[in-house]
């Protein structure tokens, strides 16, 4: 049996249980296979425990996919297909019934509404990068199947994927920092990245240890003079994306938003709280801009 260990984050590890596709690798007193369950709510809470008040480690959008490995008193604790994450999750976000989503929200967000008309009050907002399933149009609304109508022009169908994750991580500037958030509501460092290169068609872990270990190749020096757009600029901690020669955007804990700001003035401040760059990370292949 291996005896390397498992970043409990990614792997459905605790004392009393496993994941049976880990029994050749852990011990536990019993593994469960799990069920496949979808998220329904706009944006479903991922905590390190099963509570509210516990911390927020991640978020899964309407229309995720999750596998449910156990559940208790309204909790179900989860792992996420997309990137693996594991977490607590309650149980009224999730649904049995699995659609395969046709649509992705383009935009920052959009509002679903109970008609085709947007004077009616809002059944709820989704955020950008939800997926959903459209089964239908009504003028320049279409329908959804779980019910409402969203305005046609914030959805691509899932083969229109974005081509560059900067310009999409744009669109969630002015969003509100929220540790643990990736949605237009609430986003941290390490869910912009994430968000934005998901919405893009590329793969991406969720924290930003996981990123700076993981997405493209460390540049060999870390020049700011040669940084190009799309470069992922890593201090301990922290991350955030090269818009431009001299500009980069990221979900500021110091300004409580996603901002754009001079990548030298950001460097330095930022020095006083997390260190120095640790890494600038290149993703090969890029066409950007």
């Given at each position: 049996m291996n005896s390397g260990p498992l970043d409990p984050r990614r792997h459905v590890i605790r004392e009393d249980m496993a994941a049976a596709s880990l029994k050749e690798r852990v011990r536990a007193p019993r593994y469960s296979q799990g069920e496949l369950?979808?998220?329904?709510?706009?944006?479903a809470p991922v905590r390190i425990v099963p509570r509210f008040d516990a911390p927020l480690t991640t978020e899964a959008l309407c229309g995720e996919l999750v596998?449910?490995?156990?559940?208790?008193?309204?909790?179900?604790?989860?792992?996420?297909?997309?990137?693996n994450y594991v977490g607590y999750m309650p149980m009224d976000n999730l649904s049995a019934t699995i659609e395969e989503p046709t649509h992705w929200v383009s935009s920052r967000g959009t509002f679903v509404y109970p008609a085709p008309d947007m004077k009616r009050p809002p059944i709820m907002r989704l955020s950008f990068n939800s997926k959903v399933t459209v089964v239908g149009r009504e003028g320049r609304f279409l329908e959804l199947g779980r019910g409402g109508f969203a305005f046609g022009g914030h959805l691509q169908t899932m083969?229109?994927?974005?081509?560059?994750?900067?310009?999409?991580?744009?669109?969630?500037?002015?969003?509100?920092?929220?540790?643990?958030?990736?949605?237009?509501?609430?986003?941290?460092c390490s869910g912009l990245v994430q968000t934005s290169m998901q919405a893009a068609g590329l793969s991406a872990p969720r924290d930003s240890d996981m990123q700076e270990a993981e997405i493209g190749a460390p540049l060999p020096e870390k020049d700011l003079d040669k940084l190009a757009r799309g470069d992922l600029v890593f201090w301990r901690g922290h991350v955030g994306m090269v818009q431009s020669a001299e500009w980069m955007i990221h979900a500021s804990g110091h300004q409580m938003e996603v901002v754009v700001e001079p990548i030298r003035r950001a460097v330095e401040r930022i020095a006083t709280t997390h260190g120095d760059v640790t890494t600038i990370r290149r993703i090969a292949g890029l066409k950007l801009g």
């Open positions: 369950r979808q998220v329904v709510g706009a944006v596998t449910v490995y156990d559940a208790a008193e309204g909790w179900a604790w989860v792992q996420l297909e997309q990137d083969e229109d994927k974005g081509k560059d994750f900067v310009r999409l991580a744009e669109k969630l500037i002015g969003t509100p920092y929220l540790w643990g958030g990736r949605s237009g509501a609430g986003i941290d």
